[in-house]
């Protein structure tokens, strides 16, 4: 039984680069949530999304960033033109439900570095 | 305002000690705590949850918590550290009308033999 997989696990961008970071959720999962931990801090929320769509990204920031759950495939978060400020650890958690009865499982983080 | 607090950004204890990992949340509605672990590097681990009942809940690896609704806390305990428990304490707090879980800024624990 696979967990909640997020790679890479690692990714080093320079400043102006995009950033592609997927989020392959725990099968039979199809609600997915991205947080974004910048160092030490706790977990912020950015978004959260079912299949194919956005249900809130009150947590995203209004520019360069963007994030999809397609019908088939892992999730994934895309940061264009990445900044120093995006340097950060980005974990994905996934649930069977939007009910917080069930709990979020987290992926082990991919930390992102901008050069 | 929601949000979550845990006052010790850093505690030390030695090896076979008690432990309290303090956290106090503000929600407007009927609260779900949870209490997280992240080692180095690493993914976040759930110990614990409450969503209703009993007030003190048991958890992974010989930690429990218990829900004090009068004083907003949901403070984290062990009654004997060892030294693999040194991490990162998370507390977080959802809701049933709610997707997304508002975390505190994190305990990291230090541990000496």
């Known amino acids: 039984n696979a967990g909640v997989m997020q790679n890479p696990r690692h990714l080093v961008r320079r400043r102006g680069q995009e950033a592609r970071l997927r989020c392959s959720p725990v099968?039979?999962?199809?609600?997915v949530y991205w947080y974004r931990q910048l160092p030490e801090e706790g977990l912020k929320f950015m978004v959260y999304?079912?299949?194919?769509?956005?249900?809130?990204e009150s947590g995203m920031p209004k520019e360069r960033f963007s994030a999809e759950f397609p019908k088939e495939g892992p999730s994934i978060l895309r940061i264009q033109q990445v900044v120093r400020g995006d340097s950060a650890a980005y974990f994905c958690a996934s649930s069977p439900s939007r009910d917080q009865v069930n709990e979020q499982f987290f992926g082990p983080g991919t930390r992102l570095t901008v050069l | 305002a929601q949000s979550v607090t845990q006052p010790d950004i850093h505690i030390t204890v030695s090896e076979g000690a008690s432990l309290e990992l303090r956290c106090n949340y503000s929600?407007?509605?009927?609260?779900?705590l949870f209490w997280y672990v992240q080692s180095p590097g690493q993914g976040l681990q759930l110990l614990l949850k409450y969503f209703s009942g009993d007030t003190l809940v048991q958890g992974i690896k010989g930690f429990e918590a218990e829900f004090k609704r009068s004083q907003s806390s949901f403070n984290l305990r062990k009654p004997s550290v060892h030294w693999s428990d040194a991490a990162e304490y998370f507390c977080?707090?959802?809701?049933?009308?709610?997707?997304?879980?508002?975390f505190g800024t994190g305990t990291r624990l230090q541990v000496f033999p």
């Open positions: 999304l079912q299949k194919e769509n956005i249900i809130d």
């Open positions: 099968k039979g999962h199809s609600h």
């Open positions: 977080a707090v959802g809701g049933r009308n709610t997707d997304k879980l508002i």
């Open positions: 929600y407007g509605a009927t609260p779900y």
